[in-house]
């Protein structure tokens, strides 16, 4: 009867284990992975699947020696505060994040827990990284768009609406620090195009619908959305407006085309994030952030959508379609 109650108590001791002591006694590495989008959207559903098979090419496979736990913020700064102090308390083997706000967080909540980021803009000057080459301390990752690829926005959306003469940027300055370097590049690249430039800074979708409708009352509007963890998930609204008004915009995300934007300038996020897993991968493996250094995208891509063109009565020129890397039906 002692013998069967010992193990009655062994076995009831042993449910009641936390998970993390349970996976750390099987072997398995614990990864969490805070993103700047809800759950159900497209956008971050390519996104974990392309981190998992990247792992998987890795010998990496998801609940046999490693388990991956997704946290979904939908852009809102208090959230993604609480999850990166979740995530942290919860001590996994490394946190990967997208994104500004919540690299920004994640550092802010530890020094120790290795950290990989993707799709972060400047992570020197936001002070992230001690430099590209040497991060330093426990961040390293992968950037999203060199500054110097910006001005190529407003060529672009100038070529593809030849028309335009004033060009807003809209962005959240809460989720999108680094605006003012947006808006040198731009202001450099503007006085050779003729073209006015102005700043839409935009807190919620009133916001959103208030500064799109003031641009387009004039005609010669144009449009710069940028790659911001709000405006992303406000996407929709931006793109509706942006068609219904009329009014041509060029965003960072070649994904977002395929959802109804008109054109796109910038690598292919998805990839960004695919290419992460292989430093997930060499963390754990035992390498350190501080001596791996910061990637840059390796291939920038032009996408179009040919119907939200038509719709917009824009005929994109033959010389811009020739170099297009995707083109929307």
Same mark, same amino acid.
């Given at each position: 009867? =002692?013998?069967?109650?010992?193990?009655?108590?062994?076995?009831?001791?042993?449910?009641?284990?936390?998970?993390?002591?349970?996976? %750390?006694?099987?072997?398995?590495? #614990?990864?969490?992975?805070? &993103?700047?989008?809800?759950?159900?959207?497209?956008?971050?559903?390519?996104?974990?699947?392309?981190? !998992?098979?990247?792992?998987?090419?890795?010998?990496?496979?998801?609940? #046999?020696?490693?388990?991956?736990?997704? !946290?979904?913020?939908?852009?809102?700064?208090?959230?993604?505060?609480?999850?990166?102090?979740?995530?942290? &308390?919860? @001590?996994?083997?490394?946190?990967?994040?997208?994104? $500004?706000? *919540?690299?920004?967080?994640?550092?802010?909540? $530890?020094?120790?827990?290795?950290?990989? +980021?993707?799709?972060?803009?400047?992570?020197?000057?936001? /002070?992230?990284?001690?430099?590209?080459? =040497?991060?330093?301390?426990?961040? $390293?990752?992968?950037?999203?768009?060199? +500054?110097?690829? *910006?001005?190529?926005?407003?060529?672009?959306?100038?070529? *593809?609406?030849?028309?335009? =003469? &004033?060009?807003?940027?809209? +962005?959240?300055?809460?989720?999108?620090?680094?605006?003012?370097?947006?808006?040198?590049?731009?202001?450099?690249?503007?006085?050779?195009?003729?073209?006015?430039?102005?700043?839409?800074?935009?807190?919620?979708?009133?916001?959103?619908?208030?500064?799109?409708?003031?641009?387009?009352?004039?005609?010669?509007?144009?449009? *710069?959305?940028?790659?911001?963890?709000?405006?992303?998930?406000h996407r929709r609204a931006v793109i509706t407006?942006?068609? !219904?008004?009329?009014?041509? @915009?060029?965003?960072?995300?070649?994904? +977002?085309?395929?959802?109804?934007a008109l054109i796109s300038y910038g690598p292919?996020?998805?990839?960004?994030?695919? !290419?992460?897993? /292989?430093?997930?991968?060499?963390?754990?493996?035992?390498?350190?952030? @501080?001596?791996?250094?910061?990637?840059?995208?390796?291939?920038?891509?032009?996408?179009?959508?040919?119907?939200?063109?038509?719709?917009?009565?824009?005929?994109?020129?033959?010389?811009?379609?020739?170099?297009?890397?995707?083109?929307? %039906?």
């Open positions: 009867m =002692r013998r069967r109650k010992f193990i009655a108590l062994s076995v009831g001791a042993a449910a009641s284990w936390p998970l993390a002591s349970c996976t %750390q006694a099987m072997g398995m590495r #614990r990864v969490a992975f805070l &993103h700047p989008y809800l759950e159900n959207d497209n956008e971050v559903l390519t996104r974990v699947i392309a981190f !998992r098979e990247g792992l998987e090419a890795l010998g990496w496979i998801e609940n #046999r020696n490693i388990r991956i736990e997704h !946290r979904y913020s939908g852009g809102d700064l208090g959230r993604i505060r609480a999850y990166a102090t979740e995530l942290v &308390h919860s @001590a996994p083997d490394l946190i990967v994040g997208s994104g $500004t706000p *919540i690299t920004a967080a994640l550092k802010e909540a $530890t020094s120790t827990i290795p950290i990989v +980021f993707n799709l972060v803009n400047d992570p020197v000057g936001q /002070g992230f990284v001690a430099s590209l080459s =040497r991060p330093g301390g426990n961040i $390293t990752g992968f950037t999203f768009i060199d +500054f110097l690829v *910006i001005g190529k926005w407003m060529e672009m959306l100038k070529e *593809i609406a030849p028309g335009v =003469r &004033h060009v807003a940027l809209i +962005f959240n300055p809460d989720t999108t620090p680094f605006y003012p370097a947006f808006l040198r590049e731009l202001e450099a690249a503007r006085t050779s195009l003729a073209i006015e430039l102005s700043a839409s800074p935009v807190h919620d979708e009133a916001e959103v619908e208030a500064a799109i409708t003031a641009l387009a009352r004039d005609p010669g509007g144009g449009l *710069i959305v940028a790659p911001d963890a709000f405006i992303n998930n407006l942006t068609e !219904r008004r009329r009014l041509p @915009a060029i965003y960072g995300f070649r994904q +977002f085309v395929a959802e109804g292919n996020t998805v990839e960004i994030v695919r !290419r992460s897993a /292989g430093y997930v991968d060499r963390v754990l493996r035992g390498e350190r952030p @501080a001596d791996l250094p910061v990637q840059a995208p390796t291939k920038y891509d032009l996408v179009i959508n040919l119907k939200t063109a038509k719709a917009l009565g824009i005929a994109p020129a033959p010389e811009l379609l020739a170099r297009t890397d995707g083109v929307i %039906q």
